[in-house]
């Protein structure tokens, strides 16, 4: 008994004088990679300040285009003030709070006194006018792309078939024009089919036809981009996503190998039918995980400002085949996906694409995205400015004046030496009249030729017979 002890003690010390002549880093995985790792369910969600400074001005632009769209729905572009309370609660505000928001915001809204009523009025003002042009000529411009978005979406479906309503929910976040159900998908029948539901009177926007070339996701140009610059392994790149923890994120050993594995595991592509497929074995679970992963990253990729609120997702999440819980499933990756609870008093959760944000802005911004951001431009405006606008304004006004009063003088100036010259060419004198205004002797002896003139009786036209 005693020398089989011995052996079992030398045999473990063989193993560890083995292990500890690895490399440190194949002796970690060696160690831990036999191990049943997997990223933990329930993670700290460590918050981004980038990401809540972004929202919090959202919030002050969300409730500032309500009240555009109330201006802009009366007739003139203006509405009384005094109606605004009656409409405070249809706003979400309690009773004299819409006033004093449109008072923080005097770059957007304007309030005036009428002058026939002597009430106050309020409308938009100039800048406020010329953004939402531009975001209106951005939408128009960019409607040949909102086509290719929407078809992406609607191949992502396990169905090749979305509701209407979902679509008219989400249209701003995905570049769609207001009217897109005539502007794009009738306009377009070679690629959507709209028709009525059998079981609901919902409508429904059906692809005619999948298009190969489309069913590209933008994580693979992505990893075909890492590939090349870095020179990364094809094994480590061929199914992973790029991950960008939030700073302040602790990384655990455990947690750091489980990344790694996950990041192996292949998946289906958001695009392709898996109707057909047994989906019953753990692998095949752990493949719809990640593939619920990509197909929200690729929803997210199809958005002008790469980002969408977290209800929006749960109105496709049937027809892409996503998790019931949403937001504990997206908490997990935290280094793909960034959930921010600013806005609506914690009520709305907002997903943004950490790969497409530095600092809190988009890396790849465009003409769309460019044009919102105007708006909130105007509204980080100090409202001091307003009346240093004002002054520069008054003074340019007052420029105008001073150069017209210039120029009459320059031209009535003109005007003297032109009659003075033409009077010394004629030898001519001038004359003072009663009320002190100087003319030209060759003038006054016209206009008494003329006078005289008047006095003669003038022969009848017609003699009489």
Not at 41 to 65: A, F, I, S
Not at 217 to 236: F, P
Not at 382 to 394: F, Q, Y
Not at 453 to 459: G, I, N
Request: with cysteine; aromatic share 8%; net charge positive.
């Amino acid at each position: 008994m005693r020398a089989l002890l011995d052996r079992l003690v030398n045999l473990r010390r063989i193993e560890s004088v083995a292990s500890s002549r690895l490399p440190p880093s194949a002796a970690e995985f060696a160690r831990f990679m036999s191990q049943s790792t997997s990223i933990p369910r329930k993670l700290q969600r460590v918050r981004d300040h980038g990401y809540d400074n972004y929202m919090e001005v959202e919030k002050k632009t969300r409730k500032v285009l309500k009240f555009q769209s109330l201006i802009l729905a009366h007739q003139g572009g203006t509405l009384p003030v005094s109606r605004l309370d009656s409409l405070a609660r249809r706003l979400g505000f309690k009773q004299h709070e819409p006033c004093r928001f449109l008072l923080k915001f005097p770059h957007v809204f304007d309030i005036y006194e009428h002058p026939v009523q002597r009430i106050l009025y309020c409308r938009l003002t100039r800048k406020a006018i010329q953004q939402i042009e531009m975001e209106k000529e951005a939408v128009l411009a960019q409607v040949p792309d909102a086509v290719t978005r929407l078809r992406k979406l609607l191949m992502m479906s396990n169905t090749g078939r979305l509701r209407l309503e979902h679509v008219r929910i989400a249209r701003a976040e995905f570049g769609l024009p207001d009217d897109f159900e005539y502007s794009v998908v009738l306009k377009h029948p070679e690629y959507f089919r709209l028709f009525d539901g059998k079981d609901s009177r919902s409508k429904y926007i059906e692809i005619v036809s999948r298009d190969p070339g489309l069913a590209v996701c933008a994580i693979d140009k992505v990893r075909e981009r890492e590939y090349r610059e870095r020179g990364c392994n094809e094994e480590d790149v061929r199914f992973a996503f790029l991950v960008n923890f939030p700073p302040g994120f602790k990384i655990g050993k455990y947690y750091r190998i489980a990344v790694w594995k996950w990041q192996r595991i292949p998946y289906w592509s958001p695009y392709e039918d898996v109707s057909g497929y047994d989906l019953r074995s753990l692998e095949a679970q752990k493949r719809m995980e990640k593939r619920a992963i990509a197909t929200i990253h690729e929803m997210l990729s199809l958005t002008v400002e790469k980002k969408i609120t977290l209800e929006r997702i749960a109105h496709f999440r049937l027809a892409m085949d996503l998790p019931k819980k949403l937001k504990e499933f997206l908490s997990q990756f935290q280094g793909i996906f960034y959930i921010s609870t600013r806005g609506n008093q914690g009520k709305l959760h907002t997903v943004f694409l950490r790969e497409a944000y530095r600092r809190g802005e988009l890396i790849e911004p465009n003409d769309l995205y460019l044009a919102r951001r105007k708006l909130a431009e105007l509204v980080l405006l100090s409202p001091r400015t307003v009346k240093m606008d004002e002054g520069l304004v008054h003074y340019r006004r007052h420029e105008d004046e001073v150069s017209r009063q210039l120029e009459r003088d320059y031209v009535d100036r003109e005007n003297e030496d032109s009659e003075d010259r033409i009077c010394q060419e004629n030898d001519c004198e001038h004359l003072e009249s009663p009320d002190g205004i100087t003319h030209c002797q060759a003038d006054i002896e016209d206009s008494s030729d003329m006078d005289d003139s008047d006095d003669e009786p003038v022969e009848p036209l017609i003699k009489k017979s």
